[in-house]
């Protein structure tokens, strides 16, 4: 539970830079390490602040800067804490910021310039900016405290990673919650804790959920849908007392009624954190009062995020602080001295799954002439409306159905034309008329809204060279927050990179640490006789650099290559393929003896039943590719166990030939036109472990009712009567389905046995490095395949035929082989320091 | 490194065999600093070319590679992300790449490429064809 977030290996630090008298730079200091204050630091050092200011950031959190909207993710168990920090305590270090964790600010002497901290230390500033942001309101309840003022036991606040373990703990002994507030945070909390098995009762003190961005018709669909996933909700609802002594056991509602529960979650509100402020003497109404430059009364002191009020208005979200951010860095670093703030437009999402409601500006009509259009289906759980004033967006409130919500974003944001049949806004008519897609969108138009990405800084990542989405939310930090808007990210640079914009070159390399495409790489390896991976680096990689993350890719390209004559290392490999199993979650492995097209026998069973007993296999599974699982075995154990087997591999470990399912066919089933399993077996002997750019599974079934699914293999073999074959390719049911193409109807087994190892040689030779079937049929195009798989169009037909051969006759049981003599020293010695994991529960 | 207990190599502690497997549970996370004790783990050629294994310096779990230049180079035993067993890892002159999901740690300071998470690193190196390590 103490584990500091983003935290150095002694936990604490701090580090001091030491009062260097010959430093000249001014002295900033920031107090408070929270989403505004760590991103106005790193605004700063973008603008080259480092070499003008010596930075200190108090924090009174222990941890590293975390990213607090994710918060509600990691309680619901759906991101783990280490996915949401943002700079960790060795980033403040490299940066040369004097990080203060766990250290919290008291009050300045703004006449003296120096700020005193809770740890008796005194630090002089030039310029302070405070980031404070705010705390969870309890609401004054009876019982709520202990004598000493601590909250009582099972009682929560959220606002903190501390809180949040808190709850993660409290969620494996309680069974009944109650969360107080149904607003974004209540309703984000209470889907969290219903996640964990909780029961689940949510208290609303005013008469409909989220009353701050929906009206009161939104919010009573919204209280449907919430009460469709099972969670309670009580409107009109005051707590008065909290119930229990030692811990919570209930709550009594003014009204009388009592509800019991052994967790409390108060989400009713934040109050800005002012305490500093106001002992410093600076002016606070409701928060720290600023100007349109962030600054406070005292010229030399600041204030951004939800610590800071300006004209009047206070935020409760981070896009507004990260503006302020924005602007006082450029006005203290002098990139911009004039830069002004003026407010933000606020938009909100609830991170809610199975609940979509997102809301910006205003929710109902505010003039006479403001234009309202309302869809309203409360039976679906939809409501949709806008609000427009001089033909501009002023609000929107989506709810059940967020389709539209980039379009109306942009819209709202910058103030882009609209659609004179205003309905547009809301649905798509179905005349054709095409959605409002991507390469409409003004490049100025915000598409992150908690990171302030625009498209043209999407755009622009992608010119200059970042190949893939993750690379341009590296680089951009699109997506990065809520995360919501990862899918219009991703469309974005997929519009950018196909366009007029250049594509990163190293995109079209076969792997990431040689610079050359596939058939380059192909001849190169040729040409040079090139026979292991590290002979590659040695020839092809610049300055000869290995890399670790296209070992396992050259490994696989050399073996189709050169067969036999493939100079096989160990540290090429992937450790499933090093030790001919699959790594698990704990570091142990599964093992999948080969089962040829999913027909086994008694004495099979019986050897598999005696080793599942004899090395305590944690579970014994019939998996999806018809053969049988023994999961979790120690690494040790793998010789003995495939001695013991006496059966070969199934290769489910590798990028290869997976398995051939069949079903009974001709034999048995009154409606099979062919023996499909007969076939199946011949297939999986014939082209068994043969590895290949991803993996290959394959099928063949007896009629078209299609029992083994062979329409949705890589290569999926279909019996129509008369002799007859149909030979179907690209197909998948995996993260994609796909139903494969026909590529041939053929006359005999001996042809699908042909064709087969044909087209798997041309995708073996043809496809990029873990590009399945389902995406290289599509990309090559069903008739070019056709063409020179069949009409041999391009006269590569013999030599796929021999290529093909060639691995074939490669070929050997990878278990028998490392079982007679290990292929290194120690090949399968434990590397685990095993951590608690969940492990595959004994059954 | 100008540490005092470079010559003199403690042995492995009582108990644990030359060589001997990390069996034990640790939790994610980055693990202890080094204090600079020296501690003979095993002999260089247990670690094959290219590859890393897993030792036990004192109480210490350690993932030791050797790199096919030659140089050595150790971290803690398990992934501070998840647990995952490092020494199953593939690596390059820069990066320790995990097993289980990928992340790639610097050779250097530990840290990872992502820059979120961070491995202890060990001095290590071989005396007599014995790899020596300091935790
Ligand atoms: C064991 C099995 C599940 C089961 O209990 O039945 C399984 C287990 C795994 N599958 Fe699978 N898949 C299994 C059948 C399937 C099937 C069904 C089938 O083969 O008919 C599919 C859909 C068919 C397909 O691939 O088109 C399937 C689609 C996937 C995918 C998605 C691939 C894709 O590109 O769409 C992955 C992820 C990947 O490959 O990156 C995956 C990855 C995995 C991995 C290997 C994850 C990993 O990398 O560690 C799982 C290993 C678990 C473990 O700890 O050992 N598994 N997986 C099945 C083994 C079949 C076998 O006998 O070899
Ligand atoms: C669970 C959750 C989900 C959220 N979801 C969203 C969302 O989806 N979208 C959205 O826009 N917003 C969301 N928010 C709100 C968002 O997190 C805040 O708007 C944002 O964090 C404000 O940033 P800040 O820097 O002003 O305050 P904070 O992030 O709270 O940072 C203030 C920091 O200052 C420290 N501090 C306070 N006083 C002192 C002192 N005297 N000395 C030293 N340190 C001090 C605090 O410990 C804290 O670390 C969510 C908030 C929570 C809690
Ligand atoms: S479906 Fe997912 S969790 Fe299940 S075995 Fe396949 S990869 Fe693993
Ligand atoms: S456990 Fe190492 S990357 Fe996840």
Aim: charged share 25%; proline share 5%; net charge negative.
């Amino acid at each position: 539970m103490t584990a500091v977030l983003g935290g150095r290996p002694e936990g604490l630090t701090s580090l001091s830079l030491g009062d260097d008298e010959f430093d000249t730079r001014s002295r900033l200091v920031v107090v408070g390490n929270g989403m505004a204050g760590a991103r106005f630091v790193e605004e700063v050092l973008e603008r080259g602040g480092g070499e003008q200011f010596r930075i200190t950031v108090f924090g009174d959190e222990p941890h590293g800067n975390y990213n607090r909207i994710m918060l509600s993710p990691v309680l619901a168990g759906e991101s783990h804490e280490d996915e949401i920090v943002l700079n960790s305590h060795d980033w403040y270090a490299d940066n040369g910021v004097d990080l203060r964790a766990g250290v919290r600010v008291a009050r300045a002497d703004t006449a003296a310039k120096v700020v005193h901290g809770d740890d008796g230390s005194t630090t002089p500033y030039d310029h302070l900016v405070l980031a404070t942001g705010s705390y969870s309101f309890i609401p004054p309840m009876s019982g709520v405290r202990t004598a000493d003022g601590a909250l009582l036991a099972g009682v929560y606040g959220f606002r903190t990673i501390d809180e949040t373990r808190a709850m993660l703990e409290a969620t494996q002994r309680c069974r009944r919650a109650v969360v107080m507030g149904g607003g974004l945070l209540g309703l984000e909390a209470a889907r969290a804790l219903q996640g964990h098995g909780l029961q689940v009762e949510l208290v609303h003190a005013m008469p409909w959920l989220m009353n701050a961005q929906l009206d009161a018709e939104a919010g009573a669909i919204l209280k449907k849908s919430v009460e469709s996933l099972g969670i309670t909700v009580h409107l009109d609802a005051m707590a008065g007392e909290v119930l229990g002594t030692e811990h919570v056991e209930g709550v009594l509602l003014k009204d009388g009624r009592r509800l019991d529960c052994d967790l409390l979650v108060v989400a009713a509100g934040v109050r800005p954190h002012t305490d500093v402020a106001v002992r410093s003497g600076l002016e606070v109404e409701r928060a720290i009062v600023v100007d349109d430059q962030l600054r406070t009364e005292d010229p030399d002191v600041y204030a951004i995020g939800e610590c800071a009020q300006h004209r009047g208005s206070v935020y409760g979200l981070v896009a507004p602080a990260w503006e302020h951010a924005k602007v006082l860095a450029d006005v203290l670093t002098g990139t911009d001295p004039d830069a002004e703030y003026t407010g933000s437009r606020t938009a909100t999402k609830l991170k809610v799954a199975g609940v979509d409601v997102a809301t910006m500006g205003i929710n109902v009509p505010e003039r006479d002439d403001d234009e309202f259009l309302v869809i309203s289906e409360p039976r679906r759980g939809v409501h949709l409306s806008v609000v427009i004033r001089d033909d501009k967006l002023v609000g929107a409130t989506l709810l059940g159905d967020t389709r539209k919500v980039a379009f109306l974003t942009q819209a709202f944001d910058r103030g882009t034309a609209l659609p004179e049949e205003r309905i547009r806004l809301l649905v798509d008519l179905s005349d054709g008329a095409e959605e409002v897609g991507v390469a409409e969108m003004p490049a100025d138009s915000q598409v992150c809204n908690c990171n302030g990405v625009t498209k043209g800084a999407i755009c622009g990542a992608v010119a200059d060279g970042c190949g893939s989405v993750g690379a341009v939310m590296d680089r951009t930090r699109a997506g990065k927050g809520c995360g919501s808007c990862k899918s219009l990210v991703k469309q974005i640079v997929e519009w950018a990179a196909d366009g007029d914009v250049t594509e990163d070159p190293s995109a079209s390399w076969y792997v990431p640490g040689i610079p050359l495409a596939k058939p380059e790489l192909m001849a190169a390896i040729r040409e040079q006789d090139l026979r292991s991976v590290s002979q590659v680096f040695a020839a092809l990689a610049p300055a000869g650099k290995e890399d670790a993350k296209s070992k396992m890719g050259l490994t696989s390209l050399l073996k189709m290559v050169w067969g036999v004559d493939f100079v096989p290392e160990k540290d090429g490999e992937f450790i499933n393929d090093r030790v001919h199993a699959n790594i698990q979650r704990d570091g142990t492995f599964s093992v999948v003896p080969q089962m040829k097209g999913g027909v086994t026998t008694p004495a099979q069973l019986r050897k598999i039943a005696d080793v599942a007993e004899k090395y305590e296999v944690p579970m014994v599974k019939v998996t999806g590719g018809q053969r049988i699982d023994l999961l979790g075995v120690r690494k040790e154990d793998l010789p003995a166990m495939w001695a013991d087997l006496g059966m070969p591999s199934g290769y489910a470990y590798g990028k290869s030939m997976r398995t051939v399912k069949t079903c009974v066919g001709s034999d048995f089933c009154r409606f099979g036109l062919g023996d499909s399993t007969q076939l199946g077996i011949d297939l999986e002997t014939r082209f068994q472990g043969i590895e290949s750019p991803a993996k290959m599974k394959m099928a063949v079934v007896g009629c078209p009712r299609n029992c083994a699914e062979a329409y949705v293999k890589d290569v999926g073999v279909v019996a129509v009567g008369n002799g007859k074959w149909e030979v179907y390719v690209g197909g998948a049911a995996g993260a994609s389905v796909r139903k494969g193409d026909l590529l041939a109807t053929v006359d005999s087994t001996e042809e699908v046995m042909q064709l087969t190892g044909r087209f798997m040689q041309y995708y073996r030779e043809n496809a990029n490095w873990l590009e399945r079937t389902y995406d290289f049929v599509p990309r090559i195009g069903l008739e070019k395949i056709k063409q020179v798989l069949l009409e041999d169009s391009e006269g590569l037909c013999a030599d796929l035929d021999a290529g093909i051969q060639r691995s074939i006759d490669a070929y050997r049981d990878p278990w028998g082989q490392d079982l007679a003599e290990p292929a290194t020293p120690g090949q399968f010695r434990p590397s685990l320091p095993l951590i608690e994991l969940p492990k595959v529960p004994v059954r | 490194m100008s540490l005092t207990h470079t010559e003199v190599a403690e042995p492995t502690t009582a108990g644990t065999e030359i060589g001997s497997p990390a069996t034990e549970v640790a939790v994610p996370g980055r693990a202890p600093a080094p204090h600079g004790r020296a501690y003979t783990v095993g002999r260089t050629e247990d670690v094959p070319p290219g590859e890393g294994r897993a030792f036990v310096a004192g109480d210490t779990q350690v993932a030791v590679f050797r790199l096919r230049d030659g140089s050595l180079h150790a971290t803690q035993a398990s992934c501070p992300h998840a647990g995952g067993p490092l020494a199953d890892g593939q690596t390059d002159a820069d990066v320790l790449v995990c097993p289980l999901h990928l992340y790639a740690y610097r050779w250097v300071d530990g840290v990872a490429t992502s820059g979120a998470m961070a491995v202890q690193v060990y001095p290590v190196r071989e005396v007599d064809g014995m790899l020596v390590v300091d935790v």
